[in-house]
């Protein structure tokens, strides 16, 4: 069973609104932080937010900020992103994952595991 399984992704035309899932297969409680992240082809993997479990405290890449919101359910091992008001530039392959405290979850080298992914394509 794959860590973490993301759903939720589709066609969107923009201005509209999608809310990803992910499911986690470990105890979310454990982690230091959860995020998601976002790449186009040909492009570097990015990362779009970030939440720490601990705290609960949340952040967000300037480019989402204001419309996209993370968020956790402890209790399901699920991590959540709200995203509203969608441009044509979020189209992409949106990834979750986590990392332990011997890591972070802005850059993608520093996470421990990755989702397998879920698409999101925003049409004008």
């Known amino acids: 069973v794959p860590p973490l399984v993301e759903s939720g992704g589709g066609a969107v035309q923009a201005g509209g609104s999608l809310r990803l899932s992910c499911v986690a297969s470990i105890n979310i409680g454990n982690t230091y932080c959860m995020g998601w992240f976002r790449q186009v082809l040909g492009k570097e993997r990015e990362g779009v937010a970030r939440?720490?479990?601990?705290?609960?405290?949340?952040t967000y890449a300037d480019s989402v900020k204001g419309r996209f919101t993370i968020s956790q359910d402890i209790a399901k091992n699920a991590l959540y992103l709200q995203m509203d008001s969608l441009k044509l530039e979020d189209t992409g392959l949106y990834f979750c994952?986590?990392?332990?405290?011997?890591?972070?979850?802005?850059?993608?080298?520093?996470?421990?595991?990755w989702g397998l992914g879920t698409q999101v394509n925003v049409s004008s």
């Open positions: 994952a986590f990392s332990y405290a011997d890591g972070d979850c802005h850059i993608p080298s520093r996470v421990r595991r």
């Open positions: 939440i720490y479990t601990g705290n609960n405290i949340a």
